[in-house]
């Protein structure tokens, strides 16, 4: 037998039904969220990156919540890998009080939250929980930047994981692609300069040259 509800019943019921209060999208790593910035609208990520890469991404929250934490699963596609080789992070906004000239754009020379510090999800030394499960009042924005590490034996190919961001009261998927290019990143950064000293200054001693003509030139690797 069927139950319908009418009326005023029907607004009884739906005034009790828990809303979901939580304001989740992503953004690129190389976009700067302020305190006072809109949560973006973007619901899913897209991410490629070489063996032995790091490529990142950034999750904005907003609204009240307690128990804020955000969970990566593994990439499932050519192969699996592991959602542990992701860091999370927690961005600590700073609250600039005086402007400051010059600057990229107006925004950026004016008082508010920006952000700075990246606080770990877990204490690299002692595996304590620092950055989350965090809580955000009502208009408050959090960040979370998760930087993924692409392992140098990795397969490659198309891969897909779920972010999870989860609260005490729900939780919000979030669909991740991850293309792993077949070539990999050199694990030495190395940059060759050139290191010239000036002559030194008329009467003052001048010292032997190691380059044949007089000229101490070093021309060195840096690590």
Same mark, same amino acid.
């Given at each position: 037998?069927?139950?319908? &509800? ?43 990156? =070489? ?13 009240? =919540? ?55 999800? &877990? ?39 779920? &972010? ?60």
């Amino acid at each position: 037998m069927g139950v319908w &509800v009418y009326g005023p019943v029907m607004l009884i019921l739906l005034a009790c039904w828990p809303a979901l209060a939580l304001d989740v999208g992503v953004a690129p790593s190389t976009r700067k969220l302020l305190g006072s910035d809109p949560v973006p609208d973007a619901q899913s990520v897209d991410l490629a990156a =070489a063996l032995g890469e790091w490529e990142g991404f950034q999750i904005a929250v907003a609204g009240a =919540a307690t128990d804020v934490d955000v969970r990566v699963g593994d990439f499932a596609g050519a192969a699996t890998l592991s959602g542990g080789q992701a860091v999370l992070y927690r961005e600590h906004f700073l609250d600039i009080q005086d402007a400051s000239s010059g600057g990229v754009t107006d925004h950026e020379r004016e008082p508010g939250l920006y952000p700075d510090p990246l606080i770990p999800f &877990v204490d690299p030394w002692t595996g304590d929980a620092v950055g989350a499960p965090f809580s955000l009042g009502a208009g408050e924005l959090g960040v979370v930047y998760v930087d993924v590490q692409i392992p140098r034996d990795a397969v490659p190919g198309s891969y897909t994981a779920t &972010v999870t961001v989860s609260t005490s009261a729900e939780t919000v998927d979030i669909p991740v692609a991850l293309e792993v290019w077949p070539f990999e990143i050199p694990a030495e950064r190395r940059i060759d300069i050139v290191q010239v000293r000036a002559e030194p200054r008329q009467g003052l001693p001048r010292r032997p040259r190691r380059d044949g003509r007089g000229g101490r030139a070093h021309h060195r690797p840096v690590l």
